[in-house]
């Protein structure tokens, strides 16, 4: 579930990839010379940011006018100043569709894909003939307003107006940067401003060798949640100068349940999306804005917040409540399935994952537990392994929770009633969810996992 495609829906959601923040690159500024060079007839394209002299002088005019005023703003909100000018253009829908099937071709090699459909098709939050990489594509050209591409370190707005030519729809720009195509505008800035500050392209790249689904997730909600805080300060019309003071974003889970509920227009791929995605989509970012919100106030403003670019959030229990980020040493005790078989009986390992407070909640809901949001605070840990069956490729999984106390696991225990069509085992301040499995191998698997 490693994604790098950053893009801004139309319905303030999302479906964004853990990398967002990247270091210059100067080949994205040399491919955009080249596109301006083409269309406006004039000889250069080999030139970098810094060069001199009449063409590239017009070319960076070309490109920065429209955003000047809008970097101004938002240096004043972040409190961060732009070390240099990221470029960017326009696609319509065509072009958007083609530029994602590109990147979802990268991202999504054939093993990926089996196993985050393995996962999701286990739990039973998607259905069985469901297939991530069609979903995506639809999904994102059907309501991507902006993407930020953090490997050319550039971002495109989207324009249904394909007739206009490149020249055209730089000359157009101001005209049409209005709301809400200048929240668009400030949100992707954001990303290429933080990317100039911080540096994270490496450390990301780290990262995602080992980082879990929870851990992604949270990730992505402190650089969504950046984005997205500035983006609604500019939309409110706050002022810049007051950096955010008069921004506080609060109840953001009631306001994506409520978004999920409405009847949006231009939408409908969107609200007939698997609950699992309709959550991921708009979690980093009004989560995030929240998460964002709570550490500038409880800390010291943006320097709190850019502290948490150095010192990462590990889990989404971190995300949803804020304090712990800012307070607590602990670590969650994620199991150690290093002594469950790989191979048991006909079932074969497809994934491990640590799915979080996010995943959990979104489970419990998907199955019309009520008090969802309740029953999966008290989070402290959790590993849930994937099986296939190597006879008719039917899908099994072993889930272990820990939490916080014994007290916390019984009441997660009591919450469940008859909502899960699985077996449900307390051990302690464990729980473990198991599906497909006879009751003499979850004897064998519980014995791996406990002594």
């Given at each position: 579930?490693?994604?790098?495609?950053?893009?801004?829906?139309?319905?303030?959601a999302?479906?964004?990839?853990?990398?967002?923040?990247?270091?210059?690159?100067?080949e994205a500024?040399?491919?955009?010379?080249e596109?301006?060079?083409?269309?406006?007839?004039?000889?250069?394209?080999?030139?970098?940011?810094?060069s001199?002299?009449?063409?590239?002088?017009?070319?960076?005019?070309?490109?920065?006018?429209?955003?000047?005023?809008f970097?101004?703003?938002?240096?004043?909100r972040?409190?961060?100043?732009?070390?240099?000018?990221?470029?960017w253009?326009?696609?319509?829908?065509?072009?958007?569709?083609?530029?994602?099937?590109?990147?979802?071709?990268?991202?999504?090699?054939?093993?990926?894909?089996?196993?985050e459909?393995a996962?999701?098709?286990?739990?039973?939050?998607?259905?069985?003939?469901?297939?991530?990489?069609?979903?995506?594509?639809?999904?994102?050209?059907?309501?991507?307003?902006?993407?930020?591409?953090?490997?050319?370190?550039?971002?495109?707005?989207?324009?249904?107006?394909?007739?206009?030519?490149?020249t055209?729809?730089i000359?157009?720009?101001?005209?049409r940067?209005?709301?809400?195509?200048?929240?668009?505008i400030?949100?992707?800035?954001?990303?290429?401003?933080?990317?100039?500050?911080?540096?994270?392209?490496?450390?990301?790249?780290?990262?995602?060798?080992?980082a879990t689904?929870?851990q992604?997730?949270?990730?992505?909600?402190?650089?969504?949640?950046?984005?997205?805080?500035?983006?609604?300060?500019?939309?409110?019309?706050?002022?810049?100068?007051?950096?955010?003071?008069?921004?506080?974003?609060?109840?953001?889970?009631v306001?994506?349940?409520?978004?999920?509920?409405?009847?949006?227009?231009g939408?409908?791929?969107?609200?007939?999306a698997p609950?699992?995605?309709?959550?991921?989509?708009?979690?980093?970012?009004l989560g995030g804005?929240?998460?964002?919100?709570?550490?500038?106030?409880?800390?010291?403003?943006w320097?709190?917040?850019?502290?948490?670019?150095?010192?990462?959030?590990?889990?989404?229990?971190?995300?949803?409540?804020?304090?712990?980020?800012?307070?607590?040493?602990r670590?969650?005790e994620?199991?150690?399935?290093?002594?469950?078989?790989s191979?048991?009986?006909?079932?074969?390992?497809?994934?491990d994952?640590?799915?979080?407070?996010?995943?959990?909640?979104?489970?419990?809901?998907?199955?019309?537990?009520?008090?969802?949001?309740?029953?999966?605070?008290?989070?402290?840990?959790?590993?849930?392994?994937?099986?296939?069956?190597?006879?008719?490729?039917?899908?099994?999984?072993?889930?272990m929770?820990?939490?916080?106390?014994?007290?916390?696991?019984e009441?997660?225990?009591?919450?469940?009633?008859?909502?899960?069509?699985?077996?449900?085992?307390?051990?302690?301040?464990?729980?473990?969810?198991?599906?497909?499995?006879?009751?003499?191998?979850?004897?064998?698997?519980?014995?791996?996992?406990?002594?």
């Open positions: 579930m490693k994604r790098k495609l950053f893009p801004i829906l139309v319905l303030l999302t479906l964004s990839p853990l990398q967002a923040l990247v270091e210059p690159e100067v500024w040399s491919q955009f010379v596109v301006v060079n083409e269309e406006l007839g004039v000889p250069g394209g080999e030139m970098l940011p810094y001199v002299g009449q063409v590239g002088e017009l070319a960076s005019a070309l490109a920065s006018a429209p955003l000047s005023h970097m101004e703003e938002l240096e004043q972040r409190g961060l100043k732009f070390r240099y000018f990221t470029p253009h326009v696609k319509d829908r065509g072009e958007l569709r083609l530029y994602i099937r590109g990147e979802l071709e990268k991202e999504y090699p054939p093993e990926k894909v089996e196993k459909e996962l999701l098709k286990a739990l039973g939050l998607v259905p069985a003939d469901f297939q991530v990489v069609p979903f995506l594509e639809d999904i994102l050209t059907e309501q991507a307003a902006g993407i930020y591409d953090p490997e050319r370190d550039q971002f495109f707005l989207v324009d249904m107006v394909s007739d206009l030519s490149f055209e729809r000359k157009t720009a101001p005209m940067l209005g709301n809400p195509i200048s929240t668009i400030v949100h992707e800035l954001d990303h290429a401003l933080g990317g100039q500050h911080f540096g994270l392209k490496a450390a990301f790249r780290e990262l995602m060798k080992e689904l929870d992604q997730i949270a990730v992505m909600a402190l650089v969504e949640g950046d984005a997205t805080f500035v983006m609604l300060d500019h939309q409110h019309g706050r002022d810049p100068a007051r950096a955010g003071q008069d921004t506080m974003i609060a109840n953001s889970d306001a994506v349940d409520l978004t999920l509920s409405l009847p949006m227009p939408a409908e791929k969107f609200t007939k609950l699992f995605y309709q959550k991921s989509f708009l979690f980093p970012y804005a929240e998460f964002i919100s709570h550490l500038r106030l409880y800390g010291e403003n320097e709190t917040v850019n502290r948490a670019y150095r010192e990462l959030p590990t889990s989404t229990e971190q995300i949803f409540h804020p304090t712990r980020f800012l307070y607590s040493s670590t969650a994620i199991p150690d399935f290093s002594g469950l078989p191979n048991f009986g006909p079932w074969v390992k497809v994934v994952e640590t799915g979080g407070e996010f995943l959990l909640r979104v489970f419990l809901e998907h199955y019309g537990v009520e008090d969802y949001k309740v029953a999966a605070d008290g989070w402290n840990g959790d590993r849930i392994r994937v099986f296939r069956n190597k006879q008719d490729g039917a899908l099994a999984f072993y889930w929770i820990r939490w916080d106390s014994q007290e916390e696991a009441e997660f225990f009591s919450t469940l009633d008859s909502h899960l069509p699985f077996v449900v085992e307390q051990e302690k301040e464990a729980t473990i969810l198991s599906l497909a499995f006879q009751p003499e191998q979850l004897k064998t698997l519980r014995s791996a996992v406990l002594e």
